[in-house]
């Protein structure tokens, strides 16, 4: 195993192995920190898979059984931050609830303008499913990085740090992501 792939898995591991155990170990939040749990186990996978593969020489067709994998993650993380904001939603007023929709679709509009017209153009000849995934990575991650910050925000001093670590977390995720570029996704390498 490469330096390279011993960090990437370590990154990976180490903290998914720190949200699992919270989730077991306390019963405040149990249910939220067993779905990023989940999330984050199923990201994990999608990068042992990839990294396994690159072991092994295999390139791997795009999308992959490791995109499966990262894309299965953010139905969980959503339902987890649903769940991290339910004891301040039901204090908050609707206006509250109802601005943070109004960024989170600005965001998303933001993001959609910047990534829809390339996706169309298609200058790596990509199918339709994977433009799909090309597209969907970037859409998840502004929405969870947008529903973050606003958490951070409204939450407030008692619960702001879990909401702080989140929001630290995605823009952590969202950073280290290679870019896209007009040539589409690097041969098994995906978008990751």
Same mark, same amino acid.
């Given at each position: ?6 960090? +990437? ?6 903290? +998914?192995? #720190?949200? %699992?155990?919270?989730?077991v170990a306390r ?10 749990? /989940? ?20 390139? @791997?067709?795009? @999308? ?19 769940a991290f904001a339910? &004891? ?6 609707? /206006?509250? #609830?109802?601005? /943070? ?6 965001? +998303?509009? %933001? ?8 996706? %169309? ?40 740090? /879990? ?9 952590? #995720? $969202?950073?280290?992501?290679? @870019?896209? $570029?007009a040539a589409g996704?690097? &041969? ?5």
């Open positions: 195993m490469t330096a390279q792939s011993f960090r +990437t898995l370590r990154n990976r591991v180490v903290p +998914t192995a #720190a949200v %699992v155990a919270r989730a019963r405040d939040q149990r249910v939220a920190w067993a779905l990023l749990g /989940t999330g984050l186990s199923l990201w994990t996978l999608g990068s042992v898979w990839q990294i396994i593969g690159h072991l092994q020489g295999i390139t @791997p067709p795009f @999308p992959s059984i490791a995109d499966a994998f990262w894309l299965g993650a953010y139905p969980f993380v959503f339902a987890a931050l649903g339910r &004891p301040w939603l039901r204090r908050a007023r609707a /206006t509250v #609830a109802l601005d /943070t929709l109004v960024v989170g679709l600005g965001m +998303t509009a %933001v993001v959609t303008a910047l990534v829809v017209p390339w996706v %169309v153009t298609n200058a790596s000849h990509l199918s339709r499913l994977a433009q799909g995934v090309n597209l969907a990575y970037p859409l998840f991650d502004c929405i969870l990085l947008s529903v973050a910050l606003i958490g951070t925000a409204v939450a407030g001093r008692g619960h702001g740090h /879990t909401w702080r670590l989140l929001a630290a977390g995605c823009r952590r #995720a $969202d950073h280290r992501r290679r @870019p896209l $570029d996704p690097r &041969p098994g390498r995906g978008l990751r």
